[in-house]
């Protein structure tokens, strides 16, 4: 059982930045792939990016083309934590944005492949 905690959200100006965190529980952190998601109002929920990682392996990041280039996703297995750094906000960056632990094997940009699942933070970005 993970249960993942996310913060750092809120409201910024166009251009500005923003760095996310998802702290999670347990003990088997380092062996999730960790995703991060994000959800508009009145959309379906879409992949943002996500992080695969095995011991003494660099770890393989992913981007949805959207975010490539201004967001960042890293890890820290030794705080059991996952880190969203994103530049260079849009307005259309506005969402509810997950954090999500699933299986290392798994498809990195499908919702239904991560098992556990934050309660979300909001990001609204002003034009």
């Known amino acids: 059982q993970v249960q993942l905690v996310e913060s750092g959200g809120g409201l910024v100006q166009a251009g500005g930045s923003l760095r996310l965190s998802c702290a999670a529980s347990?003990?088997?952190?380092?062996?999730?792939?960790m995703g991060w998601f994000r959800q508009a109002p009145g959309k379906e929920r879409e992949f943002v990016a996500a992080?695969?990682?095995?011991?003494?392996?660099?770890?393989?990041?992913y981007y949805a083309d959207s975010v490539k280039g201004r967001f960042t996703i890293s890890r820290d297995n030794a705080k059991n934590t996952v880190y969203l750094q994103m530049n260079s906000l849009k307005p259309e960056d506005t969402a509810v944005y997950y954090c999500?632990?699933?299986?290392?094997?798994?498809?990195?940009?499908?919702?239904?492949?991560?098992?556990?699942w934050g309660q979300g933070t909001q990001v609204t970005v002003s034009s």
């Open positions: 992080i695969k990682w095995r011991s003494g392996v660099i770890p393989t990041t």
């Open positions: 347990g003990r088997t952190f380092a062996t999730y792939a």
């Open positions: 999500a632990a699933g299986q290392q094997s798994s498809s990195v940009s499908v919702p239904s492949d991560y098992h556990y």
